[in-house]
């Protein structure tokens, strides 16, 4: 295999890490679907990896034959009132292609959406289907809200990373699968409903299309 399979979770000193259940599952099931070996129990590699008294960011990344590495890094949550710049890149993601469904270090789509705009242009890039649907960010998740106040978000079909934080919400009944077009973006900014961006590792993150 020339890829690998990765988590990114966080981590504190005061809770651990944040959703490890959720992460290791997913680990566990890409594995399983892509014929990579079981891992063996990650949780003393990440234990080892981690220490201070400050919040980090911890990348898991595994090999094809099961090899463990974890890097981490200061991470610092971003404050309530921030709001991401997005825009809808050219990009498209194949609605059938089964290894978007993992994440992994295959990323050459993703990669591709963020260069076409300038860093400082941009916070995130969206991605589409070819049949135009709304997908996903290039490390985030999607979330429109609706006039209820739920948050829609992309279905697996549209050919998504399904995230850990976006399973969470799902399961807590805050947010359902739905199709999402760009259309529905320019809905949502012109009657005031909220979009969001958000993975694990940030949490929920209030979004606004760039001009």
């Not at 891992?39 to 080892?48: C, S």
């Not at 985030?140 to 934080?165: K, Q």
Request: a negative charge.
């Amino acid at each position: 295999m020339d890829f690998s399979l990765i988590e990114t979770m966080r981590w504190t000193p005061e809770d651990g890490f944040l959703r490890f259940e959720q992460h290791r599952r997913r680990l566990v099931r890409s594995a399983d679907a892509l014929g990579f070996r079981q891992p063996a129990d990650i949780e003393p590699a990440l234990k080892d990896a981690v220490d201070g008294d400050e919040p980090l960011r911890v990348r898991l990344v595994m090999s094809f034959r099961g090899k463990i590495e974890v890097t981490t890094s200061p991470f610092s949550l971003q404050g309530d009132d921030t709001v991401w710049k997005i825009r809808i890149g050219s990009t498209k993601l194949k609605s059938d292609d089964p290894l978007y469904r993992h994440k992994t270090t295959r990323r050459e789509p993703y990669e591709a959406a963020r260069a076409e705009f300038p860093a400082e242009a941009v916070d995130e890039v969206l991605l589409t289907n070819e049949r135009g649907e709304l997908c996903e960010g290039t490390i985030s998740n999607l979330f429109v809200e609706d006039s209820e106040g739920m948050l829609l978000t992309p279905p697996i079909t549209s050919g998504i990373l399904p995230g850990v934080l976006r399973a969470d919400l799902i399961r807590e009944r805050r947010a359902k699968g739905a199709v999402l077009k760009p259309s529905d973006l320019d809905e949502a900014m012109e009657t005031g409903r909220r979009i969001y961006v958000g993975n694990s590792l940030r949490g929920l993150i209030r979004a606004e299309l760039a001009g």
